[in-house]
């Protein structure tokens, strides 16, 4: 199954351990893992369930391309890690 | 009389309590996080502050215990936005918002007689409200579908907000909102349905057949005494305007010194008559008019104004107040306001004269009175 790694930033708004979760697609790994710890959506989608403008998600090290539709293909073994852009103030 | 304020800032907020002394700050919550708006809930007691997270969005905290601790509850959500959705009307400036949460701007408390009934105002100019004190959240569908809704735009912001909710005391179904830039709107159905604004308001801003258009308007502030609901004061882009029918038209103060741009409006609960406003120079420079802290007091609806300056700093201050900056008590003594460089100051006299609480805040974005429950 999917690995789902977060920051450790958001650690301290809710807890989100890493998880291996079902899933082909982003989507379904993301959905997975979210009916599980539904507070935690909100701190990566937005309203309309699309990644948040400042945050960002690899597969296996790659970025997530459709920012949107989270319609990108998830492998087995695969690793998704979660995390926001390194900036604030 | 008030003894209790919160203030909500860049870097948390903030708890002031009035001791034998004066005031001072007693509590410091959510230390470094970027709280936008804080509210007391008259009936019950609870406290609602909105955070901005940036990176992991907007959420809400509410407090049963006085502020002593915290828990998150539900925010706000705009609905799926349709996959054939078409707007009916293209703004008048810029784009047609998304259907995203882009800020919590305003909370107020509904009636006395509607327990748990709390509106929330947004950006992108999503109006919500809640049955259960904040657990859950529903977009307000007849303002958000409204074919004029989609005709605002943001006034410094890339969205249109709403900023300001006034709840009739006398029927709480009678509902004032003020939107940047979309003027002010009024519901006497609790929501059901919404009256565009009234007629009156200028924005000179505007290319000329546009400035007195009432759903383009840009009120920074409107606020409503409790002691005579039918009087509406509102710090506008363009300056003062007052309202003595509920909105349904609007009159303009010109010729205020040492001017009518501002932010902040605070009326006296008991008298109509009586506001107080905080000047800066207009319009897109906004800073305290020639360095000093000056905040204007109109006893006799506007047709006089003093210029109150005792206890507040008369050289080289660049204090802005915004919007939510400035409050006043249940009695009308005692005023609050604080800046967008930290320095807070409160009267106990009606404005005769003011003390300063802090100098060194984080940038002030709110502040509340805690009224008596």
Avoid at chain 2, 41 to 68: C, P, V, W, Y
Wanted: net charge negative; with cysteine.
């Amino acid at each position: 199954m999917p690995t789902v790694r977060f920051t450790r930033n958001i650690q301290r708004h809710v807890a989100c351990p890493t998880r291996e979760v079902e899933g082909t697609t982003l989507r379904e790994v993301l959905d997975t893992y979210f009916r599980e710890n539904e507070q935690a959506r909100g701190y990566v989608l937005d309203d309309q369930g699309c990644i948040r403008q400042h945050m960002v998600v690899f597969i296996n090290g790659d970025q997530a391309a459709d920012r949107d539709g989270l319609g990108d293909r998830v492998a087995p073994d695969a690793v998704i890690d979660i995390l926001q852009a390194l900036s604030g103030g | 009389m008030s003894t209790r304020c919160h203030v909500a800032t860049r870097k948390g907020l903030f708890t002031l309590d009035r001791g034998e002394s004066g005031w001072s700050i007693s509590r410091v919550s959510f230390l470094g996080d970027n709280c936008t708006v804080v509210m007391h809930d008259t009936r019950n007691g609870d406290l609602l502050a909105a955070l901005n997270h940036g990176h992991f969005g907007i959420k809400m905290q509410r407090s049963r215990d006085r502020g002593e601790t915290w828990s998150e509850i539900a925010t706000p959500k705009y609905p799926e936005k349709p996959a054939d959705y078409v707007p009916k009307a293209g703004p008048a400036e810029g784009k047609t918002p998304d259907w995203s949460l882009k800020l919590i701007w305003s909370l107020a408390p509904g009636g006395g007689d509607e327990p748990g009934f709390v509106w929330c105002g947004t950006l992108p100019g999503g109006l919500f409200q809640s049955r259960d004190g904040g657990d859950s959240w529903e977009l307000n569908r007849p303002l958000w579908d409204h074919p004029l809704r989609e005709q605002w735009f943001g006034g410094g912001a890339d969205h249109p907000g709403i900023h300001s909710i006034c709840v009739d005391p006398r029927d709480a179904r009678h509902v004032t909102i003020g939107i940047s830039c979309g003027g002010v709107w009024s519901t006497r159905d609790g929501g059901r349905t919404w009256n565009p604004p009234g007629p009156g308001m200028r924005a000179e801003y505007m290319p000329p057949e546009q400035q007195f258009e009432p759903n383009i308007q840009d009120p920074h502030a409107v606020v409503q005494c409790h002691a005579n609901p039918d009087a509406l004061w509102v710090q506008h882009h363009n300056g003062i305007f007052k309202s003595t029918d509920s909105g349904a038209s609007w009159s303009e103060i010109k010729d205020v010194n040492p001017s009518v741009f501002g932010f902040a409006v605070a009326v006296h609960p008991k008298n109509a008559d009586t506001a107080w406003f905080i000047p800066a120079v207009k319009d897109e420079k906004r800073y305290p008019v020639a360095g000093k802290v000056v905040v204007n007091r109109t006893r006799d609806g506007g047709k006089t104004f003093e210029t109150l300056t005792r206890g507040l700093p008369q050289t080289h201050a660049y204090d802005l107040v915004y919007r939510h900056g400035f409050d006043v008590d249940e009695t009308g003594s005692r005023l609050i306001f604080g800046s967008t460089t930290g320095s807070v100051w409160i009267s106990e006299d009606e404005g005769n004269s003011w003390q300063t609480v802090s100098s060194h805040l984080p940038p002030v974005y709110a502040v509340r009175f805690e009224k008596p429950v």
